[in-house]
C-alpha cells in the first residue's frame, strides 16, 4: 500500500509529463488513403480530407512528408496558415511553387495547388533566403490573456515595423484557453502582416493542452532560419518536464557554434526573487540557466511578468517582454509594447550584447517599443 | 483535478505515517493514562480541578485549569461541522460541541486572517505584482492565509483529539527546549530530475540564555550534492530555560519570538550550480491557550524574512533576493514531543513549489513534520515529510541534552 502511494506521489511531481508525451503526435494525420507528418511536428494539422491538405505553421521553414494511396492521387490544395509571406513550395526537389494569387495575396495564408501521383512525397514550405545567414529582424511578445480584443493594436504597430520576418511569442494567449478566445486570437492575427510563432504560458493550460496542440502545433520547438537557431521551451507549469529538458539538451548541443536564442513563457528564476515570478523549483531553473550558459545560448526571451525587465541570466542577455497588454504592471511606467531583435549570423565580431564578455554572436540588438505612451525607450 | 489529487495522495502518506509512528510507539496514548505518575492533582486560582506534572519548576506561570461547558457535546457530530461546513466557518466543530466562546475566536481569528490577507493581496492585485507592492504584500498574504487555515485546524483539534475529557488532563504540554542535541538521519528526494538520497547531520546548542546555534550538512550518497548551513537564533521573548542536560522539563508555554540568521551553501555538481544565501528572519510561536483555554496543547506558528542569494554558475553568476514565510499548526503530543504541519513559501528548498496549476511557480511547499522528543532515553525520532516540486521524507535520530547527560549515562550504562 504504501508502495502504491509512492509511487503515484511520484507521478505528481511530474504535471507537464503527459503534455510533453501529446506533443509528438502534432503534426501527424492520417486518412484510409492519405497519411503526412511534419518533421519535428513544425505545424498542427489542421485538416487532411479529400485532395487537401491544412496546416498551421509554428515555423519559418515546414518539411512535410505526403504520403498517397492508390486512390488519392491527383490535384492536391496545400494550405498553410501563419507563414512567411514569401514563402514558397518545393515538391519533391522540383522548382519552388508560388503561392496562388502571387504578390497580390500578401496574407500569412499561403495557398498551392499540385499534382501528386500515388506515392510518398516530401514537401518543403521554404522562404528563398531561409538557409542563407544574413541580417533579419524579428518581433518579440507575450501575455496578451484579457487584451485579446484590443490587441489588433499590437498587431498593427508590429506590422508597421519594416522587414520584420515573424513574430516570437512567449506564451499567454488567452486567459482561460477557451475556444472563443482562440477563435478571437485568430481573427485578430489578420492584422499582424508577419506569422506568429509561440510557445503557450500558463494560462493556456486552464483547459486541456490538446486544444492548444490541435490548433497552433507544439510548445516545445526548434527550428533554424538564416543560420539563427530558436527553441522554444513549455513551461507552462513553472517548470521544463525532463522529457522537454532532453530535447533542449539535444537542440543546445546541435546548436553549440551558432547564434542561438531560447524563449518560455515562465523565467527560469526572477530577476526580483521576492516576486515569486520564476520556476516552481529554484533548483530546476538554476539548472536550466546552467544548461544554457554551459551551451553557449546567446539570448533567453520570456513573458509572465507584464512588464519589461532588461537583465541577465546566468551570463546571458535576458529580457522580459509581457507587454501583449494583460493586467499591465504598475508603476513602471511601460504598459503595451513589444521588442524588435535584430540577427546577423554573419557576424563573428563580439556583438553589442556580449561585448562585455567577448563573445561573438549574431544578435545584434534588441529594441524596445511601446504600443501605448510610455516613459521609458531601450536599445541594447 | 490532478492537483487535488495529489493533494489527497499526500494527506494520505501522512497519515500513513504518522498512523505508523503512533503504533510504534507504545509509550503515549491522548489520554495520557501512561502518565499518570508524572502528574498529580491540581486546583488552580479560580478553583478549578486538573492534573499538573508533578515536578513542575515554580518558576513557571501558574497553571490555569480548561473549565469546559456543563453541557459540552463531544462525539463525531463536532468533528463533522468542524470540516463541513467548519472548512468555511471556522469554529463551527466548537459550535456544535456547545463551547460557543471557542467558537466566536476561532471565526474571529478567521476573519482576522482573511482581512490580513485581503491587505496583503490587494496592492499586489492592483499593482500588477509590482516587485515593491509584492514584497510588501507577500508576507501579509501568507499570514493571513496561515491564520485562515490555523483557526480551521484549531477548530477541528477542539472538536476531535480534545475532548473534555482528555482535555481535563494538561497532558499536551510542550518540552523544553534541549540545550544541546545532535541529530543524523536520511533523507529521501525525488522530483522530476533528482532520486537521491542525502545523509544529513546537525545539531544545536544554547549558548546563552537567549542565543542559540543550529548547524545542518547534507550529503547525497554519490556526492553529488552537498549542503550546510548555520543559524544563529536569538530569543526576543521567552529565554532558553536553565536545566540540566537531558532533563526534558515540561512548560507550561512554549510561546516564544526570535530573531533567525543563516548562512547556507549547496554545491550541486549534476546541476554544476553553487549557490550561497544569507537570510535573516523572524520567527514566532504562540501556544494557543494563550487564545483559549480549549485549545490548550496546540499552537500556531509564523515566520517572514529575507534572503540574498548568489548563484555560481560554470562561467557567470547572478545574485538574487529571496523571500522567506512560513506558517504551521502544530500540537504536543503528551509531553512526548510535537507534530506539526506547515506551509513554507520558499522554493529554493529541496522540496521547491507544488505545482498548484494556475498559481505554479508562486506557491511553496507543504508538510508535516514529528518531533518523538521521549523516543528511547535520550534519543529523539523525527520524522518529516514535504511535498512541493519534490517529494522529501526524512528521517532522523537525535541524541538530546549530550552523551555525558544523566539521563543518558542511566540510558547507556
Known amino acids: 500500500m504504501r508502495a502504491a502511494i509512492l509511487l503515484l506521489l511520484a507521478a505528481c511531481t511530474r504535471p507537464g509529463e503527459h503534455r510533453a508525451d501529446q506533443e509528438l503526435e502534432v503534426g501527424r494525420a492520417e486518412l484510409t488513403d492519405a497519411s503526412v507528418v511534419v518533421a519535428n511536428g513544425l505545424a498542427a494539422v489542421r485538416e487532411i480530407a479529400d485532395h487537401k491538405l491544412t496546416l498551421w505553421a509554428n515555423a519559418p521553414t515546414l518539411d512535410v512528408e505526403l504520403t498517397i494511396g492508390t486512390t488519392a492521387g491527383g490535384t492536391w490544395t496545400v494550405i498553410v496558415h501563419n507563414t512567411l509571406l514569401d514563402n514558397q513550395l518545393v515538391a519533391d526537389g522540383a522548382p519552388a511553387l508560388d503561392r496562388m494569387g502571387?504578390?497580390?495575396?500578401?496574407?500569412?495564408?499561403?495557398?498551392?495547388?499540385?499534382?501528386?501521383?500515388?506515392?510518398?512525397?516530401?514537401?518543403?514550405?521554404?522562404?528563398?533566403?531561409?538557409?542563407?545567414?544574413?541580417?533579419?529582424?524579428?518581433?518579440?511578445?507575450?501575455?496578451?490573456?484579457?487584451?485579446?480584443?484590443?490587441?489588433?493594436?499590437?498587431?498593427?504597430?508590429?506590422?508597421?515595423?519594416?522587414?520584420?520576418?515573424?513574430?516570437?511569442?512567449?506564451?499567454?494567449?488567452?486567459?482561460?484557453?477557451?475556444?472563443?478566445?482562440?477563435?478571437?486570437?485568430?481573427?485578430?492575427?489578420?492584422?499582424?502582416?508577419?506569422?506568429?510563432?509561440?510557445?503557450?504560458?500558463?494560462?493556456?493550460?486552464?483547459?486541456?493542452?490538446?486544444?492548444?496542440?490541435?490548433?497552433?502545433?507544439?510548445?516545445?520547438?526548434?527550428?533554424?532560419?538564416?543560420?539563427?537557431?530558436?527553441?522554444?521551451?513549455?513551461?507552462?507549469?513553472?517548470?521544463?518536464?525532463?522529457?522537454?529538458?532532453?530535447?533542449?539538451?539535444?537542440?543546445i548541443q546541435d546548436a553549440r557554434t551558432k547564434t542561438h536564442v531560447f524563449l518560455t513563457h515562465i523565467p527560469p528564476v526572477d530577476p526580483v526573487g521576492v516576486r515569486a515570478g520564476g520556476f516552481r523549483s529554484t533548483r530546476d531553473g538554476e539548472k536550466l540557466l546552467g544548461q544554457l550558459s554551459d551551451g553557449l545560448v546567446d539570448l533567453t526571451l520570456y513573458g509572465h511578468i507584464h512588464t519589461f525587465i532588461d537583465f541577465e541570466n546566468a551570463g546571458i542577455p535576458a529580457f522580459v517582454s509581457g507587454g501583449g497588454g494583460a493586467a499591465p504592471m504598475k508603476g513602471d511606467g511601460i504598459e503595451r509594447h513589444f521588442l524588435v531583435v535584430s540577427f546577423d549570423a554573419t557576424k563573428t565580431d563580439a556583438s553589442r550584447l556580449y561585448g562585455h564578455l567577448g563573445r561573438p554572436g549574431g544578435v545584434r540588438a534588441v529594441e524596445l517599443h511601446c504600443v501605448d505612451d510610455c516613459d521609458r525607450s531601450e536599445t541594447k | 483535478m490532478r492537483f487535488t489529487r495529489c493533494l489527497a495522495l499526500i494527506t494520505a502518506m501522512a497519515l500513513a505515517v504518522h498512523a505508523d509512528a503512533f503504533a510504534d510507539a507504545k509509550t503515549y496514548d491522548l489520554g495520557g493514562l501512561s502518565m499518570r505518575d508524572e502528574y498529580s492533582g491540581y486546583t488552580d486560582a479560580k478553583g478549578r480541578h486538573c492534573l499538573a506534572p508533578v515536578d513542575r519548576d515554580p518558576r513557571d506561570k501558574p497553571i490555569e485549569c480548561p473549565e469546559p461547558p456543563p453541557d459540552e457535546r463531544t462525539g463525531p457530530l463536532p468533528i463533522l461541522a468542524s470540516i463541513v461546513p467548519g472548512v468555511l466557518v471556522h469554529g463551527s466543530g466548537s459550535f456544535v460541541a456547545k463551547d460557543r466562546t471557542t467558537a466566536k475566536k476561532l471565526l474571529l481569528m478567521e476573519g482576522i486572517g482573511l482581512g490580513i490577507a485581503a491587505v496583503g493581496g490587494a496592492p499586489i492585485v492592483l499593482s500588477g505584482a509590482n516587485p515593491w507592492a509584492s514584497?510588501?504584500?507577500?508576507?501579509?498574504?501568507?499570514?493571513?492565509?496561515?491564520?485562515?487555515?490555523?483557526?480551521?485546524?484549531?477548530?477541528?483539534?477542539?472538536?476531535?483529539?480534545?475532548?473534555?475529557?482528555?482535555?481535563?488532563?494538561?497532558?499536551?504540554?510542550?518540552?523544553?527546549?534541549?540545550?544541546?542535541?545532535?541529530?543524523?538521519?536520511?533523507?529521501?528526494?525525488?522530483?522530476?530530475?533528482?532520486?537521491?538520497?542525502?545523509?544529513?547531520?546537525?545539531?544545536q546548542a544554547v549558548v546563552a540564555s537567549r542565543l542559540e546555534l543550529v548547524a545542518n550538512a547534507r550529503r547525497s550518497y554519490d556526492a553529488a550534492y552537498v549542503d550546510g548551513d548555520l543559524q544563529v537564533r536569538t530569543r526576543l521573548i521567552s529565554p532558553y530555560g536553565h536545566r540540566s542536560p537531558g532533563d526534558a522539563r515540561v512548560l507550561t508555554d512554549g510561546s516564544f519570538l526570535e530573531l533567525r540568521s543563516t548562512g547556507r551553501v549547496h554545491d550541486d555538481s549534476d546541476d554544476r550550480v553553487q549557490v550561497a544565501t544569507g537570510e535573516i528572519e523572524i520567527a514566532g510561536r504562540v501556544d494557543l491557550r494563550r487564545l483559549d483555554l480549549n485549545l490548550d496543547g496546540s499552537y500556531a506558528e509564523l515566520s517572514t524574512g529575507l534572503g540574498l542569494e548568489r548563484v555560481a554558475y560554470t562561467t557567470a553568476y547572478d545574485y538574487s533576493s529571496l523571500l522567506l514565510a512560513r506558517f504551521a499548526w502544530g500540537f504536543y503530543i503528551a509531553d512526548q514531543g510535537e507534530l506539526n504541519l506547515f506551509y513554507d513559501h520558499r522554493r529554493d528548498s529541496l522540496a521547491g513549489g507544488i505545482a498548484a496549476w494556475r498559481a505554479a511557480g508562486f506557491v511553496g511547499s507543504v508538510g508535516a513534520r514529528y518531533d518523538f522528543v521521549r523516543f528511547k532515553g535520550p534519543l529523539t525520532l523525527h520524522l518529516e515529510v514535504e511535498y512541493g516540486n519534490a517529494l522529501v521524507s526524512t528521517i532522523g535520530i537525535g541524541v538530546d541534552g549530550g552523551p555525558m547527560c544523566d539521563s543518558c549515562r542511566n540510558y547507556w550504562f
Open chain 2, 135 to 203: 514584497g510588501f504584500g507577500q508576507p501579509f498574504v501568507i499570514a493571513g492565509v496561515g491564520m485562515f487555515v490555523q483557526s480551521w485546524l484549531a477548530d477541528i483539534y477542539r472538536s476531535s483529539v480534545h475532548t473534555h475529557e482528555v482535555r481535563s488532563i494538561p497532558v499536551s504540554q510542550p518540552l523544553e527546549h534541549p540545550p544541546e542535541s545532535a541529530e543524523a538521519g536520511v533523507i529521501w528526494t525525488h522530483d522530476a530530475y533528482r532520486d537521491r538520497m542525502l545523509w544529513h547531520v546537525g545539531g
Open chain 1, 102 to 251: 502571387g504578390d497580390a495575396d500578401l496574407s500569412t495564408t499561403a495557398t498551392w495547388t499540385l499534382a501528386l501521383a500515388p506515392g510518398v512525397h516530401t514537401l518543403r514550405v521554404v522562404a528563398p533566403d531561409a538557409d542563407t545567414a544574413g541580417p533579419f529582424q524579428v518581433a518579440a511578445m507575450a501575455d496578451i490573456q484579457t487584451a485579446m480584443p484590443k490587441v489588433d493594436d499590437v498587431f498593427r504597430a508590429i506590422s508597421a515595423v519594416p522587414n520584420l520576418r515573424f513574430v516570437v511569442a512567449m506564451g499567454d494567449i488567452t486567459e482561460r484557453a477557451q475556444d472563443d478566445e482562440y477563435d478571437l486570437f485568430e481573427r485578430q492575427l489578420a492584422y499582424l502582416r508577419v506569422p506568429y510563432f509561440t510557445t503557450l504560458g500558463n494560462h493556456e493550460l486552464w483547459a486541456p493542452a490538446d486544444h492548444y496542440f490541435e490548433r497552433f502545433g507544439r510548445a516545445s520547438f526548434h527550428f533554424s532560419f538564416k543560420d539563427v537557431e530558436f527553441t522554444f521551451a513549455d513551461s507552462g507549469d513553472a517548470d521544463i518536464d525532463p522529457t522537454v529538458d532532453g530535447w533542449i539538451k539535444h537542440w
